[in-house]
């Protein structure tokens, strides 16, 4: 993918931009998590069947996105991502209008499906700001999607505390997310395939070298998964804490993860992304650590924070070092994404079954195990740090300059 040269001051911008694209991205996942019993009462499912219903969210993401790099090559980085988040923040409305187990199972297909396609989208977009402003940016990036998911969750906790019909809430949150959308989108790169480029296969196998990045990220997300699900329910049923305590435990854990997450690009940009991997690595072993071997509440909290201190900027290096790990990187991103939703679609279901055949503490046995592995196979993030080129000057010819970084 090519296009016009943009000189620093675009550039910036379009990463003010694509952060905006972020936030919104996390706004819509937000909004919709609040309100997923209002959607279980509506569709009269049991709990087997809302979870039967929410893995198709999952399965709809893992098959779009390999589709999101030709999408792009098709109509362009700059549009494709506008109708990519529109199709996504449109979708919030559809499993709020269905009425049973089947229809909520195609609304969350789509649902899951058009998150994917934007998902590979904005951070291939991510990827390439980065490497033109040749510092690190993804972690805040995902530090902004954080954010959003934060303040579309409490608009939504709002709106329930409220007792508003959900079809209207996510109505009027549908309408002003695709509103802001489509105004931050015209200010992304726009990114034309050269003449002689071939379009990227509608489907294909993700490369090695994303496959290695992508358990990287499987172990992070793993954890992050299994800390926002089992959490609470560690705190309550295994130390005996008050249902308001354990569920601030997630919170904790939530802001502690948005927090590192937009600090993160300094600490990348001054130890790069293999020692700041390994140096989380560490800290979400700790972490877990504390955890397994936890009397107390508050020791099990600071477990759960360090925890998430810890992962925050993994998966976020990880789409980065996918973007600089070949020639196609929508591709190699949609490989690693791809891995990294399947770790958290089954992150909170295999701990439950530990924990049903043994115990929570083994369960978080297992991801301080995981969280080991961080450390261990950090190496792979490399790519990130070879090929992230030094800082174009100002006025100078970014092409130019890239080949001789």
């Not at 087997?48 to 999952?58: S, V």
């Not at 399965?59 to 980085?77: E, K, Q």
């Not at 209008?97 to 989208?121: I, K």
């Not at 997630?250 to 600090?263: E, H, K, P, S, V």
Request: net charge neutral.
């Amino acid at each position: 993918m090519g296009g016009v040269d943009y000189d620093q001051r675009e550039v910036r911008r379009a990463r003010y931009a694509v952060a905006a694209v972020f936030a919104v991205h996390g706004a819509v996942t937000g909004s919709f998590a609040t309100r997923v019993p209002w959607i279980q009462d509506h569709a009269g499912l049991s709990a087997g069947q809302l979870g039967l219903a929410l893995a198709f969210t999952a399965f709809g993401a893992s098959c779009s996105m390999p589709l999101a790099g030709r999408i792009s090559h098709r109509f362009g980085s700059r549009t494709a991502l506008r109708g990519l988040m529109v199709m996504w923040t449109l979708a919030l409305v559809l499993p709020s209008v269905a009425p049973n187990m089947y229809t909520l199972c195609l609304a969350m297909f789509t649902y899951g499906a058009t998150a994917g396609m934007a998902d590979v989208a904005m951070n291939a977009l991510g990827v390439e700001v980065e490497h033109r402003l040749g510092k690190s940016i993804m972690s805040g990036l995902h530090g902004m999607w954080s954010a959003g998911a934060l303040i579309g969750s409490a608009a939504g906790t709002l709106a329930a505390h409220l007792g508003a019909d959900a079809r209207l809430h996510f109505a009027l949150a549908s309408a002003s997310l695709t509103a802001i959308a489509v105004v931050v989108c015209h200010w992304v790169l726009d990114l034309q395939p050269a003449e002689d480029e071939e379009p990227p296969p509608r489907f294909a196998l993700p490369p090695r070298s994303a496959l290695l990045i992508g358990a990287v990220g499987f172990c992070a997300v793993f954890a992050e998964g299994a800390s926002l699900d089992w959490s609470a329910v560690y705190l309550r049923d295994q130390l005996g804490t008050s249902d308001g305590l354990a569920a601030a435990s997630t919170t904790g854990f939530m802001l502690t993860m948005a927090i590192a997450r937009i600090a993160g690009d300094a600490v990348v940009n001054r130890f790069g992304a293999v020692r700041t991997v390994r140096a989380g690595g560490v800290l979400a072993a700790l972490g877990g650590l504390l955890i397994v071997v936890s009397g107390h509440p508050a020791v099990a909290m600071a477990g759960f924070a360090l925890l998430g201190l810890g992962i925050a900027v993994v998966v976020p290096l990880c789409f980065a070092a996918a973007g600089h790990s070949g020639p196609n990187p929508s591709q190699a991103i949609a490989g690693v994404a791809t891995i990294t939703y399947t770790s958290g679609l089954i992150a909170p279901s295999m701990l439950g079954g530990i924990a049903q055949a043994t115990s929570l503490v083994v369960s978080f046995g297992l991801v301080t195990v995981l969280a080991c592995g961080l450390v261990a196979f950090a190496n792979v993030l490399r790519a990130g740090d070879r090929d992230r080129p030094k800082v174009i000057a100002p006025g100078a010819d970014p092409a130019a300059q890239r080949a001789r970084s």
